[in-house]
């Protein structure tokens, strides 16, 4: 049966005008995208398809376009459109932390550190550099590590807070292993940088850990 037989309220694109993007499952969305399926095959098919024998989503999308590309269902043309839209909504999200308003969602940066560094094979520490009015200076990835871990050196954070005249900073880092839970490591890092930028009277709000799922909030748990 072809989608457009469907009853109207389980057709994927019908959903989404009436309840939102969210309300759709990862098939359906990446059905919307797909806009057809393989041969004898609607896009809904297919797109469980993939997501069965290549996914799950998180998998799925951080192939390099030219892996998407040799995919069933896919392709040249729409590899390049799907790395094409996840860059885009890369730096829609970019793009609140960059045109100058203040940060009071503090659950946004950690959405920007998570499209930042997950799917990264190495651990890698980077640093949000925030004005007074917690509006964003700059973002660096200061450690690079391995699989397992990267050593955080406080003083050079402190350093490129003062380069920048940062009043106060957030920091994350990934782990590359998918489990975002804070290690005892992690923790003890977290307070190390929070006394070394008290000292210049830079305040550290959170530290995010990114892995599967949404990113881990230091200062949720009360940590920071």
């Known amino acids: 049966m072809h989608i457009r037989d469907w009853p109207v309220d389980e057709r994927p694109r019908e959903k989404l005008l009436a309840r939102g993007a969210r309300a759709l499952s990862d098939a359906e969305l990446l059905a919307i995208f797909l806009g057809s399926g393989l ?34 269902g896919l392709g040249p043309a729409r590899a390049c459109k799907l790395a094409a839209a996840l860059e885009l909504a890369g730096r829609h999200l970019a793009a609140g932390l960059e045109r100058g308003e203040a940060l009071t969602d503090p659950a946004s940066a950690g959405r920007y550190f998570a499209q930042r560094l997950r799917g990264l094979a190495q651990e ?52 590359p292993s998918g489990n975002p839970e804070p290690s005892a490591a992690d923790r003890g890092v977290t307070r190390r940088l929070r006394e070394a930028l008290a000292l210049v009277d830079v305040r550290l709000l959170d530290h995010f850990i990114v892995g599967d799922g949404p990113p881990v909030s230091m200062a949720a748990r009360g940590w920071v």
């Open 124 to 175: 890698v520490f980077a640093v949000l550099f925030l004005d007074t009015r917690h509006r964003a200076l700059a973002f660096e990835e200061l450690f690079r590590g391995t699989l397992d871990g990267t050593e955080v050196h406080p003083r050079e954070v402190v350093r490129r807070a003062l380069a920048h005249n940062a009043a106060a900073v957030i920091v994350g880092h990934n782990h």
């Open 39 to 72: 041969r004898g095959q609607d896009a809904v098919t297919t797109a469980r398809d993939l997501l069965r024998g290549h996914g799950p989503l998180r998998r799925l999308l951080d192939r390099a376009p030219a892996e998407l590309a040799r995919l069933p």
